[in-house]
Structures are given as structure tokens and as C-alpha cells.
């Protein structure tokens, strides 16, 4: 199986200077968690996900009504082409530890998104497993330990 086969082609995405109002907006209309950012050409230069708004912004008390995509995307972004092995997918997945990626052409231009979810709907049910079983592992750096390093409002 190849990721052309499980992929989400309607795919919402925005530009650096999208403001998170905005992003957050289309992430309830496509319902989903994460946006792609592109440049002019579609080429994904980074990811916006709602937990990067919820963490690089809300939680350190900025203005979130008043950021743009910029400010709190994670990037580089992390992409697999469409000929991508579903398994080849799922070792960028775990070696990146995101639960998404957006799925780029030979031209670069981002055509489509794999989640865990096309996975756990798709896959057979060892690759699913294995899969969430790494992704579900804490992160090196907890939480817990990012939020205590906020600066207290």
C-alpha cells in the first residue's frame, strides 16, 4: 500500500502571515489538527499544529488573537511523497515523532496529509499498533517540564 492510497487530498493550508485566528478556524472547518504552512509555490516550509498554538502561545500568555503562523509553526516540515511505502510513512512518522505529515509531489508542492488516523484505518494492525505504541512514549523533554520553564504572569 502506498501513501497515494491513504491520504487526505482535501487539505487546508495557510502562509506564514496567517493569523492564528485564521488557522485555528480552518483547523475546526477541516477538522483537523494540524495545517500545513507553504510559500508562494504550495512548498511546505513548516507545520502548524494546534498544540504548537496552545503551547508557543497560549500557555505563555501572548497574544495569540494578534500572531501569525510564523510565530509558533515547527519547522522544517517533515513530508513523504505519495509513492512513499505506507511503512516507509510510518518510520518517518515515529522517526519524527509527529502524528502527522503532509505529503509533498516531485515538484515539492504539498497535495495531501497522512495522520495516525489514516493509518489506524488503513494499515494492518501490527504497523498501527507499532506506531502508536511510539508515538504514545513520553517525549525526552515532558511536558510537565516545559511548562515549569514558563515565565510565571
Do not use: W
Not at 507499532?130 to 517525549?139: D, G, I, Y
Amino acid at each position: 500500500m502506498r501513501v497515494r492510497d491513504i491520504m487526505s487530498k482535501n487539505v487546508a493550508f495557510c502562509r506564514p502571515d496567517t493569523g492564528l485566528p485564521e488557522v485555528a478556524r480552518m483547523m475546526v472547518d477541516m477538522d483537523c489538527g494540524e495545517i500545513p504552512v507553504v510559500d508562494a509555490s504550495r512548498v511546505p516550509i513548516g507545520v502548524i499544529t494546534d498544540r504548537d498554538i496552545t503551547c508557543r502561545a497560549v500557555a505563555k500568555g501572548m497574544d495569540a488573537l494578534a500572531m501569525r503562523a510564523e510565530d509558533c509553526m515547527t519547522s522544517p516540515a517533515v513530508t513523504v511523497t505519495p509513492e512513499a511505502t505506507l511503512e516507509e510513512c510510518c518510520q518517518v512518522l515515529e522517526a519524527n515523532r509527529v502524528r502527522r505529515v503532509p505529503v509533498v509531489d516531485d515538484e515539492g508542492v504539498c497535495c495531501g496529509m497522512v495522520s495516525q488516523a489514516d493509518i489506524a484505518l488503513h494499515a494492518p494492525k501490527t504497523e498501527t499498533a507499532e506506531v502508536v505504541r511510539t508515538l504514545s512514549k513520553p517525549a525526552p523533554q515532558s511536558a510537565s517540564r516545559i511548562v515549569s520553564e514558563l515565565p510565571v504572569l
